[in-house]
């Protein structure tokens, strides 16, 4: 009995001590067929909804950028989340291919690729960090030879902005509105 209370204090302090967000900005660890790392930026736009941009490398010959919007449900409060999404992406990646008459692998480099990204995952922000666990399949359209990519990341970003202090802003930026118009 004592766990369980002591447990429900622990959960109820973290969410005392959680903050929602409205941008944020980190890095994010993927694999795929190599591993890689990246910056990723993600932004509120509605109650719910957000857009996420990635920028990632294998540090050698695979370069992406992705841009997904999210859209997110509440677990146990505001703070943890799981979240679906999609999006689309574009980049310089290699590609192989194999020969089926000689069994020979072929591996171009530099190819310029268009693709469509999915995402599912989980969500927890907690004292001014975000940490997310994905599993994003990108649907090749055009410049590689293989059509579906796997990956999963981790993401940990740091909240620049506050969902209290966007909120604000909008305000702000209401009540500056309604007295120009006035003044008109």
Same mark, same amino acid.
């Given at each position: 009995?004592?766990? /369980?209370?002591?447990?429900?204090?622990?959960? #109820?302090?973290?969410?005392?001590?959680?903050?929602?967000?409205?941008?944020?900005?980190?890095?994010?660890?993927? %694999?795929?067929?190599?591993?890689?790392?990246?910056?990723?930026?993600?932004?509120?736009?509605?109650?719910?909804?957000?857009?996420?941009?990635?920028?990632?490398?294998?540090?050698?010959? %695979?370069?992406?950028?992705?841009?997904?919007?999210?859209?997110?449900?509440?677990? +146990?409060?505001?703070?943890?989340?799981?979240?679906?999404?999609?999006? #689309?992406?574009? =980049?310089?990646?290699?590609?192989?291919?194999?020969?089926?008459?000689?069994?020979?692998?072929?591996?171009?480099? =530099?190819?310029?690729? +268009?693709?469509?990204?999915?995402?599912?995952?989980?969500? /927890?922000? /907690?004292?001014?960090?975000?940490?997310?666990?994905?599993?994003?399949? *990108?649907? *090749?359209?055009?410049?590689?030879?293989?059509?579906?990519? *796997?990956?999963?990341?981790?993401?940990?970003?740091?909240?620049?902005?506050?969902?209290?202090?966007?909120?604000? *802003?909008?305000?702000?930026?209401?009540?500056?509105?309604?007295?120009?118009?006035?003044? %008109?």
């Amino acid at each position: 009995m004592k766990g /369980l209370l002591t447990a429900l204090v622990i959960l #109820a302090s973290l969410g005392a001590y959680s903050q929602k967000y409205g941008t944020t900005l980190g890095l994010r660890l993927g %694999n795929d067929i190599t591993r890689t790392i990246g910056i990723t930026a993600e932004q509120r736009l509605f109650k719910r909804i957000t857009a996420e941009g990635i920028l990632q490398s294998d540090l050698s010959r %695979n370069h992406t950028a992705h841009l997904l919007i999210r859209r997110h449900y509440p677990l +146990l409060s505001k703070r943890l989340t799981i979240f679906t999404g999609a999006g #689309a992406s574009l =980049g310089l990646e290699e590609s192989k291919k194999e020969v089926s008459s000689t069994q020979e692998v072929i591996t171009t480099y =530099g190819n310029e690729t +268009l693709g469509i990204d999915l995402m599912v995952g989980a969500e /927890l922000t /907690l004292l001014g960090f975000s940490v997310s666990l994905d599993y994003k399949p *990108n649907i *090749n359209l055009a410049g590689r030879e293989s059509w579906i990519k *796997n990956q999963v990341g981790v993401s940990v970003r740091t909240v620049l902005i506050k969902d209290r202090q966007r909120k604000k *802003n909008q305000r702000q930026r209401k009540r500056a509105r309604r007295k120009k118009d006035r003044q %008109n």
